[in-house]
């Protein structure tokens, strides 16, 4: 899109400059790959390397502090941002958009952070009174939603009385996981220990028919048969003085409403069993087609997304102070470049222009002058001094080389 609008004798040079460009933020970022890897490696349940000796638990702590601070960073380099309680406490209160009660044990984390990017208000057309009926409901959407969890150890659910190996999850484990398109009132559904609850509509539906069909049932069926049994346990307990003789046939009604009366128990915790089950498999199917990557496969997902932010700030903040013809300040060129995507794409956002003057000011490609006003290096000199950055990556000793 830069390219387009400079001169076709530059073109050519502006596209190389942006390859060095990109190639230098590539290898920063390569770098930053690896201190994440070996940050996460003492948690990552799908290691495929053999451990020769467990770190002691005070480095466990610090390298999980340092997970935390490069994901953290990492996000908001792919311009994340970070959900906050407040957000992730009305999930659960919100009407959801899969109809499905969840709870989550807030107690069960020892951390938890969500970040989200791409955030929309969508249209979405459901169900509505039983089925009989459809609305139109506007929701927030997020585009990504990252999940970071860890889990309490194993201490802290022994003392709470919970059995360890009946957890849904693993104590001391820590969770890393990317969604795509999840609703804001669907944020519940991404905590890992999340479980199925019934609503009270749900039940309504189960609970009243149940009441209606078993007083039927007892009525019809079972009080009849249980008249004799009544009076001749009256008569055993001295509350009746004449006695009571069961014949076969009374006891053959007895047992036949019994066995009825137990189908008819059996039936609603079954409609109840099933009712859950169709609540699980939403939760799953939705989780299923949300998710994107999980544990150290999100590294590279966000590392892929960050750096390609890195590039796009630095090449548009490049190109418009270049293309200025004059010195600008920050808060010109945001505007510029705004303004620019506003008129040429229809496409409204906020640009980080911060982070943009930084990487240039970093790689030497802006000159500070007066009053904070900035000006782009010509292109030639640019692209000097990338490369003399990518030469200066690693330090090579040529008279050594050169004895060896």
């Excluded at 951390?111 to 927030?140: D, M």
């Excluded at 109840?272 to 590279?300: C, T």
Aim: hydrophobic share 45%.
């Amino acid at each position: 899109m830069c390219a387009d609008e400079v001169p076709a004798e530059e073109r050519e040079s502006f596209r190389a400059f942006t390859e060095l460009l990109a190639s230098l933020v590539h290898q920063e970022f390569r770098t930053r790959l690896e201190v994440l890897k070996d940050a996460y490696h003492p948690f990552n349940p799908d290691t495929d390397t053999r451990t020769i000796a467990e770190p002691a638990p005070a480095e466990r702590q610090v390298a999980q502090e340092r997970l935390v601070a490069e994901l953290t960073a990492l996000a908001e380099d792919a311009n994340f941002e970070r959900i906050s309680a407040d957000d992730l406490g009305r999930a659960f209160v919100e009407e959801s958009l899969m109809k499905v009660r969840l709870e989550a044990d807030f107690d069960d984390f020892e951390q938890v952070s969500f970040h989200r990017r791409g955030v929309r208000t969508r249209r979405e057309e459901v169900k509505h009174l039983f089925g009989l009926r459809r609305r139109t409901i506007e929701f927030t959407n997020y585009a990504k939603v990252l999940v970071y969890v860890k889990f309490k150890d194993a201490d802290h659910f022994e003392a709470r009385g919970k059995d360890v190996g009946g957890l849904p999850f693993t104590p001391g484990s820590t969770i890393i996981k990317l969604f795509q398109d999840v609703p804001r009132a669907d944020l519940e559904m991404l905590f890992p220990n999340a479980r199925v609850r019934m609503r009270l509509v749900d039940k309504l539906l189960i609970g009243v028919p149940a009441v209606v069909s078993g007083a039927v049932v007892v009525v019809t069926k079972l009080l009849a048969t249980l008249i004799p049994v009544l009076l001749l346990l009256g008569f055993w307990l001295g509350v009746r003085r004449e006695p009571v003789e069961l014949n076969q046939a009374q006891l053959v009604a007895l047992g036949a409403a019994l066995a009825a009366f137990g189908g008819f128990l059996v039936r609603q915790y079954t409609k109840f069993k099933n009712r859950k089950i169709q609540f699980m498999k939403a939760l799953s199917e939705n989780l299923y087609f949300r998710n994107l990557d999980n544990d150290a496969g999100v590294f590279h997902h966000l590392l892929d997304v960050a750096e390609e932010e890195e590039v796009k700030e630095a090449v548009l903040a490049y190109h418009f102070l270049r293309s200025a013809g004059g010195p600008l300040t920050a808060p010109e060129l945001d505007r510029r470049i705004e303004d620019w995507f506003v008129r040429r794409w229809d496409a409204e956002f906020d640009f980080e222009v911060d982070d943009g003057v930084a990487k240039l000011r970093r790689l030497r490609l802006i000159d500070d002058g007066a009053q904070g006003r900035l000006t782009a290096v010509p292109l030639d000199e640019a692209k000097r001094r990338l490369d003399q950055t990518w030469d200066d990556l690693f330090a090579y000793n040529t008279s050594h080389a050169a004895g060896t």
